[in-house]
């Protein structure tokens, strides 16, 4: 199977933790896309979603899904997402696609995070893809400087503007052993909105795809 069949059989699991007539968290990047492209299926059966990022936005409504805001949609059931690197106990990088301050503010505000990846994210220790940092231009060097002191070797990520207006780090070779604590020391540093770490609020289902079918974690 390709990596891109993968990532549509767990969108189409991922379909089944949707509940009826509830307002939908969704994710960002090409397996969000794929639950996205599901969920135009299903729409008469949601109130809408909220989104991750200004893309996720225009997908939704592309498929006739109403956008609703955050604020005026309050805690929600479920939110569906991929991510970068996954661990067996649910950690995650995230941010690949730049997206990870909205991402994680909408996980925040739901009951469930249901993470979408195919096999090749599953590993041991999270660090071999680059964590992303999103930081307030005037802090960029600053902040580089620290996560140097960290360990990592940060990159700035050319040509690419958050959704926020804000710059992303990319921060190179760490062997991340102690996720919340790292997640924790780079989101005290002034000028970094957040980090791609999501272990303090790690995902509470991981559907898997692999060459056997799509796999349940809790
Ligand atoms: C975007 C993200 C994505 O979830 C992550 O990058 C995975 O993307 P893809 O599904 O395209 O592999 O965090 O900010």
């Given amino acids: 199977m390709t990596q891109d069949e993968l990532k549509l059989a767990v969108a189409k699991a991922a379909i089944a933790y949707v509940p009826n007539d509830c307002i939908v968290g969704v994710g960002t990047g090409s397996t969000a896309n794929f639950f996205i492209d599901e969920l135009g299926k299903i729409k008469h059966k949601i109130r809408g979603a909220v989104a991750s990022s200004e893309a996720s936005a225009k997908r939704l409504q592309g498929h006739g899904i109403e956008v609703i805001s955050l604020n005026d949609a309050g805690e929600l059931p479920v939110y569906v997402d991929g991510a970068d690197e996954i661990t067996r106990n649910m950690h995650m990088t995230k941010g690949g696609g730049g997206a990870l301050t909205r991402e994680k503010i909408v996980a925040a505000a739901s009951k469930k995070f249901i993470c979408l990846c195919d096999a090749s994210k599953l590993?041991?220790?999270?660090?071999?893809?680059?964590?992303?940092?999103?930081?307030?231009?005037?802090?960029?060097?600053?902040?580089?400087?620290?996560?140097?002191?960290?360990?990592?070797?940060?990159?700035?990520?050319?040509?690419?503007?958050?959704?926020?207006?804000?710059l992303i780090l990319d921060v190179h070779g760490l062997s991340i052993l102690n996720p919340v604590e790292l997640e924790t020391a780079i989101n005290?540093?002034?000028?970094?909105?957040?980090?791609?770490?999501?272990?303090?609020?790690?995902?509470?289902?991981?559907?898997?795809?692999?060459?056997?079918?799509v796999q349940t974690l809790t």
């Fill in 188 to 213: 005290h540093l002034p000028g970094v909105v957040t980090n791609g770490l999501f272990a303090r609020r790690p995902a509470d289902v991981l559907l898997l795809g692999t060459a056997e079918g």
């Fill in 123 to 166: 590993v041991d220790v999270l660090g071999k893809f680059p964590l992303p940092v999103e930081v307030i231009p005037m802090a960029r060097s600053y902040v580089a400087r620290e996560l140097v002191r960290l360990g990592g070797q940060p990159q700035l990520r050319t040509g690419f503007t958050t959704d926020n207006g804000n």
